[in-house]
């Protein structure tokens, strides 16, 4: 048996030789369909390792503490704006790009050894489905990277909604009451930038060269000048579209205001009754035992209820004082607004110095959104890094892989010899019996 199974495998091997410049051929070949084939795939899947790098990503967070998802790399919105800024609208649908996507964290045997470890990098493959063409695999994980990095940005870096001004909504017939949400809402963007100086007081747009600190300057000359100008004309001008009601509104916001300053006050006079009856020995410093670097006991001042309710009363007078300044100014309106006549070019004068108020700050704070929108791209810059990877092309045609798959066709070659041996000699002792 053993002698036989030898006798066929010699044999086999002597026709194999035989055919050996076929095989050969065939091999050659077979290796370029093979290094072709792939070339094509390799070339078709690109990767990225995404790293968030800002503090709150170890705990889980995004940069505003909101909690960080996984499933927002592959979002609606991430896809559409992909395929959107790729050009492939109506070309490559959301879910087939959802499904040329593979994303899973970059260190998985550490989140399987400790379960409160915090992943911050993540690995994401791309695969270019076939309906994608004329755009090459790299460039498209790009254009995706760049549309989570903006999805990611505008919901997670800093709210900016303050500072959409929209003049329609202090649309008012009263130009007083106008004027006066006018002012609020400047109000609001000046506290807006003094935040954005705070962070940093030196960035500059490098495209409109403008900065936080003028945009600041430009916006306090409205509000400290012109805006109170304004307010002065139309009082003294006695401009009210219906001096009635107008007065009526302002006498009912100042008896709110005089219960608000009668509150304060009382408050005031509370926290200084207090004062006044606290044990005379417990209103001065007290000292308390306390020990320093050194282990070294020293006594130390600590605060009492003396000092919470003083600082209490003195806020209460400091809020007091200033909304009794406001009552002050509002009778004073209400005054002239009765007294002085109106006429036609007062009302349309007072008109046009709110409509050149509300132009300008419209143009100040469109120059501040532009401005916003540079510095927190500089800011955040580093929120997230891309570190992209391609195969080469040595790579790409895989050469191991290829002459493993040629070792295996040599062998198939071989066994086809066998059983073209073998089954001529069952035939034969088939015959035989």
């Known amino acids: 048996m053993l002698k036989n199974i030898g006798k066929i495998l010699k044999e086999a091997f002597v026709k194999f030789y035989e055919y050996r410049f076929r095989i050969i051929i065939g091999a050659v070949v077979l290796a370029i369909i093979l290094n072709i084939m792939h070339f094509n795939f390799n070339q078709s899947v690109a990767s990225v390792t995404i790293s968030l790098n800002y503090s709150q990503a170890s705990q889980g967070l995004n ?125 609001q963007i000046l506290r807006y930038a003094e935040q954005r100086i705070a962070e940093n007081t030196s960035y500059t747009d490098p495209d409109t060269g403008d900065n936080f600190l003028s945009i600041r300057q430009e916006l306090k000359k409205l509000i400290d000048y012109d805006i109170p100008n304004t307010f002065g004309f139309i009082r003294e001008s006695g401009v009210s579209e219906d001096k009635a009601s107008f007065i009526a509104t302002l006498e009912y916001k100042n008896k ?18 207090g004062i006044d009856i606290y044990d005379e020995v417990m209103s001065g410093i007290v000292l308390v035992p306390t020990v320093d670097a050194d282990d070294k006991y020293y006594m130390s ?45 007062s009302m349309e004068k007072a008109v046009n110095m709110i409509t050149e108020l509300d132009k300008r700050i419209a143009d100040i704070t469109k120059r501040l959104q532009i401005l916003n929108t ?60």
Not at 125 to 136: C, D, E, F, L
Not at 378 to 390: A, D, E, N, P
Not at 400 to 429: D, G, H, N, S
């Open 301 to 345: 001042r600590t605060e009492t209820a003396i000092d919470t309710m003083a600082d209490n009363a003195r806020d209460s007078l400091v809020l007091a004082n200033e909304i009794k300044k406001e009552i002050a100014d509002t009778a004073h309106t209400v005054n002239q607004i009765k007294a002085v006549e109106l006429t036609e070019a």
């Open 63 to 187: 940069p505003n503490s909101t909690r960080f998802s996984i499933y927002e790399f592959t979002c609606n919105e991430v896809l559409e704006n992909t395929i959107e800024d790729a050009g492939l609208t109506g070309v490559l649908t959301v879910d087939e790009l959802k499904d040329a996507i593979q994303l899973h964290p970059a260190d998985r045997s550490e989140m399987q050894n400790n379960d409160k470890y915090v992943c911050t990098t993540y690995n994401i493959t791309y695969t270019n489905p076939g309906s994608v063409k004329g755009i090459t695999t790299l460039n498209m994980l790009e254009i995706y990277c760049a549309a989570y990095k903006e999805y990611f940005v505008k919901n997670y870096g800093d709210n900016s909604a303050v500072i959409d001004y929209d003049s329609s909504y202090f649309q008012d017939p009263e130009p007083f009451l106008e004027l006066s949400g006018i002012k609020l809402k400047a109000t």
């Open 256 to 273: 709110i205001s005089k219960m608000t300053y009668d509150t304060n006050m009382a408050y005031y006079e509370s926290d200084n009754y």
């Open 374 to 433: 540079s510095y927190i791209s500089y800011k955040t810059h580093g929120y997230l890094t891309f570190k992209y990877s391609t195969a080469t092309f040595l790579q790409s045609v895989d050469l191991m892989l290829t002459a493993v798959e040629l070792i295996i066709y040599v062998l198939i070659c071989y066994i086809a010899a066998i059983i073209f041996t073998y089954r001529p000699k069952q035939e034969k002792e088939s015959i035989k019996a």
